[in-house]
């Protein structure tokens, strides 16, 4: 499963952006979903996942209200539009997916449970 990225760049705070995860080839509601970022000198950390099965979408405190997690079947594209944003967002964003298969549980965060990973693309936000 090949999961290409694309959509980072540089913007001034408050600004807005949006990443693009195209996974071609699948049906993305057989997936859980998710975007994690990892910053300079810091852990990598999850930033939001959905499944599409039952519509879940879950957010880290520190971007909720300003993140949105969305889905293109059509297009086999996840999306991440990013709005208001912090110089604290700057980082590498990375797609993160697995397949589920028979089974279902509700996504998390956890980086752990994600087998397919993306390349990253890079995220700078200026004060």
């Known amino acids: 499963v090949q999961l290409i990225e694309s959509g980072g760049g540089v913007v001034k705070a408050g600004g807005s952006l949006t990443l693009s995860c195209a996974i071609p080839?699948?049906?993305?509601?057989?997936?859980?979903l998710a975007w994690f970022r990892r910053a300079p000198g810091r852990e990598r950390e999850g930033v939001s996942c959905?499944?599409?099965?039952?519509?879940?979408?879950y957010y880290a405190d520190s971007v909720k209200g300003r993140f949105t997690i969305s889905v293109d079947n059509a297009k086999n594209t996840v999306y991440l539009q990013m709005n208001s944003l912090k110089p604290d967002d700057t980082g590498v964003y990375y797609c993160?997916?697995?397949?589920?298969?028979?089974?279902?549980?509700?996504?998390?965060?956890?980086?752990?449970?994600?087998?397919?990973w993306g390349q990253g693309t890079q995220v700078t936000v200026s004060s």
């Open positions: 959905m499944s599409r099965r039952d519509g879940s979408e």
């Open positions: 080839g699948f049906y993305l509601d057989d997936f859980a």
């Open positions: 993160a997916a697995f397949s589920y298969g028979s089974a279902w549980w509700p996504p998390s965060l956890n980086p752990n449970e994600y087998k397919y």
